[in-house]
């Protein structure tokens, strides 16, 4: 195996991404199929001013994931498996065929609208630099309380990791976390409590939501960030992406998966570069690169090269 598409999750989004794709039929089919399952224009969507809502920015980053996948594609790369972060997922689950992308508008649209009504205002998230998890570990577990709920939510890197919460106990832990030696503590541009147990009875939702969808058995390798490893059985996926709104995100333990099932290139999908800067756990020569920083025909001569390069791959 060689080629990996990532996509990311909620955070990474900037107004304009899907004006920003490329001009091409793949881009603008994908855009147009999503505004037929919304029944509105997903273009509006695509602003600083609707960027606000959870909602419109789950419904973007669907969208952008899988129109540049499809652009990809279309032009003649060639994956060998897929990851998403959190939201992300739905879009890697689209590009591997378990998920038809009308279906994915409609749950991501109820996930956004489940998680924005739960928690409207006063949580979101943070990003702790520097410190690992035994000490930031320590320092939630001295803060959470029913007043003050805060989670350890995404491990993105050993020195990276994300918690999530009310406002004041993610303050809280930041403070400590900094005291304790930490670089730095960053908010997140995410409104909602992502990734941990406060959000069970919207995951909850969703799995009965999931119930009347079709799911496919993946067309390509299909790597879950939520479980770290592998998933093949369409009925495990379902449930996995049901769930991974409120599970923590192991998107370094994915990548460690990634480099051991030989993935050499990894290609992140638009708007960003978040994951691309998080993959230096690739081989010596491997290479990871951001299609938002990449021409298209630069990443499908990528591909080709990484595809060349495998045994019995014409």
Known sequence: MSTLFTFPGQGAQRPGMLHALPDHPA??????????????????????????????????????????????????????????????????AVCAGVLDHADAVRLVALRARLMEQAYPRGYGMTAILGLERGPLERIVAQVCAPASPVYLANFNAPMQIVIAGAEAAMARVAA???????????????????HCALLDAQAAGLERAFAGVAVARPRLR??????????????????DLARNLAVPVRWHETMLLARECGVR?????????????????????????ACADTRLDSVVALSAREAARQPGRD
């Open 27 to 92: 881009a603008r089919a994908t855009v147009a199929e999503t505004s037929a399952a919304l029944g509105e224009d997903v273009l509006a969507l695509d602003s600083a001013a609707a960027l606000a809502s959870t909602v419109a920015v789950q419904l973007c980053l669907l969208t952008a994931g899988v129109a540049m996948a499809r652009c990809l594609l279309a032009e003649g790369a060639r994956p060998d498996a897929v990851a998403g972060l959190s939201i992300g997922a739905y879009a890697a």
């Open 176 to 194: 400590l976390a900094l005291a304790a030696g930490a670089h730095a503590a960053k908010p997140v541009a995410i409104s909602v409590p992502s």
């Open 222 to 239: 299909y790597f879950s960030a939520s479980a770290a490893r592998e998933l093949r059985d369409p009925a495990r996926i379902a449930t």
């Open 265 to 289: 290139l990894a290609v992140e999908m638009p708007p960003g570069n978040v994951l691309t800067r998080l993959a230096a756990l690739l081989p010596g020569d491997g290479i990871a690169v």
